[in-house]
């Protein structure tokens, strides 16, 4: 299932990569925002990661882990992100897999960490006035006549 989640994880950002460097032959006469793709990313991580938990879930019933697939589907969610809350529990037959999920979700969701600020590192969303110093305060400081 670790396969799998990467398998879907890299085809996801693949598609991704290629949907926002299409983004500038295609859409460039419709001046999209940078904060615009951002959010088109972010928005599309956010589906790669929701198939990813359903899989998971999918996977429990499948082989009786669970029962109920909102239990499931629950379950997931809470170890993908690493939050376990520990009200729903596998069988001792099956909590190796939770593991394995949770450490799977978080090298996931690091993978997508990454994508995100390569991705704001590429718009240069990082390039702000305060970011720098304010060279040319000083230099005038320094250039000012003095007054006597």
């Known amino acids: ?9 890299l085809t996801g950002l693949a598609m991704l990569v290629r949907i926002l460097r299409s983004h500038h032959r295609l859409m ?15 928005l599309g991580i956010f589906a790669i990661h929701t198939i ?6 999918l996977l ?3 082989i009786g882990a669970s029962t109920d697939f ?17 009200d729903l529990l596998l069988s001792k037959d099956w909590r ?19 994508f995100l600020v390569s991705l704001l590192a590429k718009l240069k ?14 230099d005038h400081e320094d250039t000012a006549p003095e007054s006597k």
């Not at 939770?98 to 997508?112: D, F, K, N």
Request: overall charge negative; aromatic content about 12%; hydrophobic content about 50%.
């Open 125 to 138: 969303l990082f390039a702000h006035d305060w970011l720098t110093p304010d060279r040319e305060r000083d």
């Open 70 to 86: 909102e239990q499931a589907l629950y379950f997931s969610t809470v170890t993908y992100s690493t939050l376990g809350y520990g």
């Open 60 to 62: 429990y019933l499948r």
């Open 28 to 42: 460039r006469p419709m001046r999209v925002s940078p904060l615009a793709l951002l959010l088109g990313a972010a």
């Open 96 to 114: 190796i897999l939770g593991a394995i999920e949770a450490t799977t979700g978080i090298i996931m969701l690091g993978w997508s960490t990454a």
């Open 1 to 9: 299932m670790v396969l799998v989640t990467v398998i879907v994880h």
């Open 52 to 57: 990813e938990i359903w899989l998971y879930a």
